[in-house]
């Protein structure tokens, strides 16, 4: 089979299109025919090396995969075969045309949504629940959404006045990722590329105060923001460092303040997001959550776009499929 295989750490261009045997199913896993292979920006920074993958390359790469059951091992149900599903791998194998994943990675695609679909929200969207839910709005508080525009981020300021968000502030990268922030219902929008842009909130506030940050920026700017939070409820949820660093705070910068930092990683958080994952199909499958797709491209594309998302091009996912 036709497969992405990362030849060692570095730019896009040690992810190469080879031919490499096809995946069986041990124990406790299946094999599906890959449709939609998403894009996902961790991976971006496994491939060059700046997160650590686990596994010495070369290997297959990727995450995530949709498509239909095409074999199951021993101890899984036989049921799946034939159905069309979701996985997640271990880290590794999913740029592929078949793809082997543990069983209980599988979420079964709801009816009226399509591979890609379900590709394209996955992650994202499974990852922006758990957010909503830990966040606890109450109906009546503002919240600041970083990086509003695409990712978690965009899922977030899609739902925010759903799980109870009054008043929604984005920041966003740019005039076109601004614009996208507004229509998914974010009522003011900061250009989070001027190095200011806390000083910009402060003037958008006039005076009230966020009850609710979700941080995906992380680095210094975190610290900054601390001083428009609300006294004694104010909650900050630390999920990304999109600036290269997490959120560069200390327990007295809370403490002082009266405020609580919430860090969204580690095992149990993600269980939480895997948790997620079928409720998040079956909003997108009925409308309740709109998946943003920016390009389907052929599996052999998957180089051009890892620079396209290191550029920060995209506006929706990036789907790989592979050659019928």
């Known amino acids: 089979m036709q ?26 896993e299946v094999v599906i025919r890959a449709e939609a292979i998403p894009v996902l920006f961790p991976e971006t920074k496994l491939r060059s090396g700046e997160f650590p ?17 095409t074999e199951v091992g021993a101890g899984v149900d036989g049921a799946l075969l034939g159905r069309r599903v979701t996985v997640a791998t ?31 929200v996955l992650m994202s969207g499974s990852v922006a629940l758990p957010l909503l839910e830990t966040a606890a709005l109450t109906g009546t508080e503002t919240v600041l959404i970083e990086a509003a525009a695409t990712g978690i981020g965009g899922y977030l300021t899609q739902l925010a006045k759903e799980y109870g968000a009054a008043r929604v502030v984005a920041t966003a990268g740019g005039p076109v990722k601004a614009e996208r922030a507004r229509e ?5 929008v900061i250009d989070h590329n001027d190095p200011e842009w806390p000083a910009r909130l402060r003037e958008i506030l006039g005076g009230a105060t966020l009850d609710v940050v979700f941080d995906s920026i992380g680095g210094p700017t975190a610290a900054e923001v601390l001083d428009v939070m609300t006294p004694l409820r104010g909650r900050m949820l630390s999920y990304g460092w999109l600036s290269g660093a997490p959120a560069q705070l200390s327990a007295a910068d809370l403490i002082t303040r009266g405020l609580t930092l919430t860090g969204c990683a580690g095992p ?5 997001v895997a948790q997620a994952r079928t409720a998040t199909l079956q909003r997108a499958a009925t409308g309740r959550l709109d998946p943003v797709v920016e390009a389907v491209l052929p599996l052999d594309q998957a180089a051009h776009a890892h620079k396209l998302i290191e550029d920060r091009a995209p506006l929706g996912k990036l789907i790989l499929r592979p050659n019928d």
């Open 3 to 28: 497969a992405i295989v990362m030849t060692q750490t570095g730019g896009p261009e040690v992810l190469v299109l080879q031919e490499v045997p096809a995946p069986a199913a041990g124990p406790g």
């Open 53 to 69: 993958l686990g596994v010495e390359p070369p290997l297959v790469f990727g995450f995530q995969a949709a498509g239909v059951v």
């Open 90 to 120: 271990m880290g590794f194998g999913s740029y592929a045309e078949f793809v082997s994943a543990p069983a209980d990675s599988v979420t079964l695609i709801p009816d009226g949504l399509s591979a890609v679909d379900a590709a394209a």
């Open 184 to 188: 998914f219902g974010a009522d003011e």
């Open 268 to 272: 149990d958080w993600l269980a939480r």
